[in-house]
Structure formats: structure tokens, C-alpha cells
């Protein structure tokens, strides 16, 4: 599915591809999807998107890619803003992308540092009384448990890139990607 919304206001095309699957928040494939996710987008300018397409082709300005997951299904989406030339380009190199997430494990170096930026960002997600409280009432609306930042710093730890590598092949549907571009009046 694609689908224009036009805004004359803009000059550049804000685009989202997303697509929706039964993934639960407390299913195993979350977390190493998570770590997927982080070589692919974490860590902005050491992350695989950025460098693919912002330091080595100059498609994008901007690029994301996140999971939101509840209790009874996910969104992927990965999101970016680029010149309304450029956004099949663009589409192109992200498919690309999630095609050897799928097909090759990440490297060594890319699953330690996902690691690390999984783990750092549980302490200083609870490190005020408003992340601690936000998070408790996050964790008991999605009925997980009261604790699940530690378990989830435990599977971090331990998924292997092949794990990595199963995950986005069992959920990730490149076909399914609908496509949102918010962008100029198409002349």
C-alpha cells in the first residue's frame, strides 16, 4: 500500500513504512528484535541506516526505525525525511537493509554495541521519579511484570547475532511494508 498526503507547506517528503504483525510485547522475538533494531538505527551515526543512507548516498536527512509493541500486536516502522526524488531510492536501500537482517548475521562488533545501548538505556530510563513511575504504569497496563527491565537486561545479554537474524526473518514481511509519504503537492 502506498498512500500520498499532500502538503503544500513542505519542500521535503516525510515518509513512513510500517507494517503490523502479531507480535506480543512479552514474546522472546520483542527483545532481539530490539537488538536488531539498535544495529540498524541506534546509535544514529554508527547504525547501519544512517551510514547507508545519510554518510554514503545523501538520500535521507533524517532516518528511524522502531518497534511499538503491545499486548496483542507490533508495529514496525522506519521512518525518514528526504527530497520526494529520492524516496524510492530511499525505500530501495532500507529493503535492502532488512533483507540482510534477515539473511546474515550481524557482526560481532554490531551486536556488542547494541548490547551496550540496550543495557545503558535501563538505568537512565528509570534515573528520575517520573521515569520510574511512567515506567511501573507502563509495565502494569501491558501486564508485564513489575521487573521486566531486569529480565529484559537478561535477554539482552544473552541473544546471539543468529538469533538477531531469526527474528527479523520470522516477523518481517518486506512485502507488507504499507508506505506513507507527507510531502509537497505531486506536480
Not at 554495541?113 to 497496563?141: C, F, N, V, Y
Amino acid at each position: 500500500m502506498f498512500t500520498v498526503v499532500p502538503d503544500r507547506s513542505r519542500v521535503q517528503d516525510e515518509v513512513r513504512l510500517g507494517q503490523t504483525f502479531e507480535l506480543k510485547r512479552q514474546d522472546d522475538d520483542y527483545y532481539a528484535l530490539q537488538v536488531g533494531l539498535q544495529v540498524l538505527s541506534g546509535g544514529f551515526y554508527a547504525s547501519r541506516l544512517y551510514q547507508d543512507l545519510r554518510e554514503k548516498s545523501g538520500l535521507v536527512y533524517s532516518i528511524d526505525a522502531h518497534l511499538q509493541s503491545g499486548k496483542t500486536r507490533s508495529v514496525f516502522a522506519v521512518s525518514y525525511a528526504c527530497d520526494p526524488p529520492n524516496v524510492r531510492k530511499a525505500r530501495s536501500l532500507i529493503e535492502r537493509n532488512l533483507r540482510i537482517m534477515q539473511t546474515k548475521p550481524v557482526t560481532a562488533a554490531e551486536l556488542d554495541q547494541a548490547k551496550i545501548l540496550l543495557l545503558r538505556a535501563i538505568p537512565l530510563s528509570e534515573s528520575s521519579t517520573q521515569g520510574i513511575a511512567g515506567g511501573l504504569l507502563d509495565r502494569s497496563t501491558r501486564d508485564l511484570p513489575l521487573d521486566e527491565p531486569i529480565t529484559a537486561a537478561k535477554r539482552y545479554a544473552a541473544f546471539t547475532a543468529a538469533d538477531v537474524q531469526a527474528a527479523f526473518a520470522r516477523w518481517l514481511k518486506l512485502d507488507d511494508l504499507a508506505q506513507v509519504v507527507l510531502g509537497p503537492q505531486p506536480k
